[in-house]
């Protein structure tokens, strides 16, 4: 179920919110309810991979279980490791494994064709770290109920952010957080109403303008190369932070915080300021759980660096079973270990506007591995951006722009201006006040967006 | 991150706020609710795309572009006991010309660039509150191209959700701002895109353009025929397994309804397409299993008007390889209610051999010095 739907909205978001409530009195039963309104939203487009998700939950219930219990603790978490590996490996990366064999000549093509289970990446790591700190001594076998909607929590489950036992068990197991308070109610609704304003207004209208030059690499301009990778550095970011907000507000709402995600990560002055702002909690795990037990560090220099490196090679191919996403994580990695070099060497920091226009104009530039359907499309962009692609076709973009419901040239300026905002949702929210204006403006939000939804297009084959 | 009441306020305080928080909560919801409610109860009163009733309090209005979410409407209710359903080359035919050839009365279904899997989805809401006594389906070959279930959709999915009888999965049309501007515009009497009101030919567009020799020759690309529409590849199997996915299922079901299958007089020109890109073979084998896979279906006829080529044959007829003009759109509804040219096993080839040798024979018109690619 999509965040940005009626069906969540009108019909699951209300009726899961009343019963928790409802059965506040017995925390079992709200709990319960709460899981069971989980598997509904996981399997509300495909109920087949709802026991997927149920068989991993109970694999790593008991992987936790024989940590705690049994002798040899750490050979039982690298097998409940690898046993989530494997699943995530079976439906995430096989088909690109074999590919890529096959491309080497090897081995003849075969291809498995799993469809990837929504949200696999992101339960997967949440175990992981659980079985980590089972066996670290950092975290205690909670009850099952409790254990599965650590996992199944609907707002967190399709996109993150990912949660950490540590902060998530003592919240679904306070029974005062069975009761209805208002304030979080009214940050949570705040919340949501800026999440799809973000979505609706922003990243979807800027989707045309991405396409135009993305679908297009080869026969584009510099002034629509650079107009596309603007529009996708924006779209990603709305989209990314709208959901994270509306999955921060759709939790606040029953009492649970879920750790912030982005934080104005374009206004970074440099990578490893990025890396803090942006998909904050994947790069804390990936701090806790990869880089610090390969070494961090507390390694020689050129070990630190090979860390760094490999952190972020791992963390693109998280991102999705592609090479671009393998030369996106790469590039990221090899600016943090120059930015790490200058340190070293105790150079001086650049002023702040050089700083930040060095590092926006980076993360702008490899944005293009991420968004682009193939390496050579990636570079036929980068090509194009350097001036080197076919001007002649420089106004599509920006002719497309120009239509849809919300223009995306409106769209580029006003997702530029929020940017730039020094305050974000985290800070507004924090800061919300019960005012009339807030109120009302809450309430326009959410009613512009939802009537956004029902998209009538119009069926243009007619001008045959 | 958000904190609750300090713990140095006193309970009077925090209750205070919470009453606040509460109040801000409940007017929240309550403007938010009554604002969608009332796009709602407009969107579902004026109901511009007809899902819930024909239009009676003001013109129906049938928007050129939006057949997708019209057409369930009609299905759903208009009154009819005959149903064409085609693509765009059947959208110019008035109702009362199929009510007049296949008995009435009539509705026409037709959309553009319609799959087999649409025409499932569709047959679906026409079934949902009629048993009509006939259903004249134009099969166009595209229509079986590609995946079982592949659906136009370019322009946004279908929106299924009009299609079947469940007013609670409506609400992406009760509660569209695309929608409510269409019910404004109603109210308000504007018009804010091109539509007719012209309830007995909803989907005329014949009036709209230019036929001739001339029109369909213009800018062709003789060596490539294909360019202008683009239509993909097809492969036996795949047309097989969309018809005994969509179509078939549908026949048998409903032993009552007679079904006219019906090939439609494409110009001549398609079928040298269909040479360029090496798809004779395949349209031919596969109206060959078309005829053996309803044969025994008694409510099925197949009706095959592709070998007129004083039809196909004369380009004046047609505004490009596909489209023909009104006169043809009668002349198919008569012969295809009339089973006129039906084909079953035993006269298929004969069919197949009749078309080919027209085809061998049939001298494309010269445009300038471009030779033509057979």
Redesign the interface.
Known sequence: MLFNS??YL??FLPIAALGYFALGRNPRWSVGWLVAASLVFYGWWNPRYVPLILGSIAFNFVVALLIQRMRHAHAWMIAGVAGNLMLLGVYKYADFVLRTLAQTGSVPLVQLHLALPLGISFFTFTQIAFLVDVARGKAREPAIANYALFVTFFPHLLAGPIIHHAEMMPQFASASNKRV???????G?FLLAMGLAKKTFLADSLAPLVAAGFDHPASIGAIDAWLSALAYTLQIYFDFSGYTDMALGAA?IFNI?L??NFDSPYHALDLRDFWHRWHMTLSRFLREYLYIPLGGNRSSEPRVLANLLVTFLLGGLWHGAAWTFVVWGALHGAGLCWLRVRRREGRRPLPPPVAWSITFVFVVTTWVFFRAASLPDAFAMLRAMAGFGHAAAAANALAVAAQG?IPAAFALVAGLVVVAMPRNS?SM??ELS?S?L???A??AV???A?????????????N? | ??R??STSISDDVAGA??K??????W???A??IV??AA?LAVNALVDPFQQYRLASTHPPRF???????IDPGLAKNASYETALIGS?IMESTRNDTIAAACGGPAVNLS???ISASEIRTLLGAVYLAHDPRRVVIVLDFNALAGAPDAR?D???PL?TYLYDANV??D??????????R?SLSVLLNRND?AFTTDANAPWF?ANQVTFGRAEVLRGLDLRDLNAR?RQPARTLDGMRASFERNLLPVLSAHPDTRFDLVWPPYSMLVWLDFLQRDQLDVTFAFKRYMTQAIARLSNVTIVDLQAHDEITGNLDLYR?LY?FAPQVNEWIVARACAHIDAEDASNVERYERDLRARLAAWQPPVVGSASWNR
């Open positions: 009626y069906d009108v019909y308070a208002w304030d979080n109610v009214a940050r609704l606040l915080r750790p912030i419901t985290n929210t924090r019960a009339w807030a109120g009302a809450t309430s959410l009613v512009a939802i009537l956004q939804f029902g998209h009538v297009a119009p069926f243009l084959y007619f045959f | 991150m958000w609750r009441s706020l919470s606040r928080w509460r109040a801000w909560c007017s929240v919801l403007a938010t604002a969608l796009v928007y050129r572009l939006h057949h997708r979410f765009s959309m553009p660039a136009q370019d322009a946004g929106p609670f999965n609400l992406p049309y009760l509660l569209s701002g695309v929608v409510l269409k895109e567009w529409f490009d489209h």
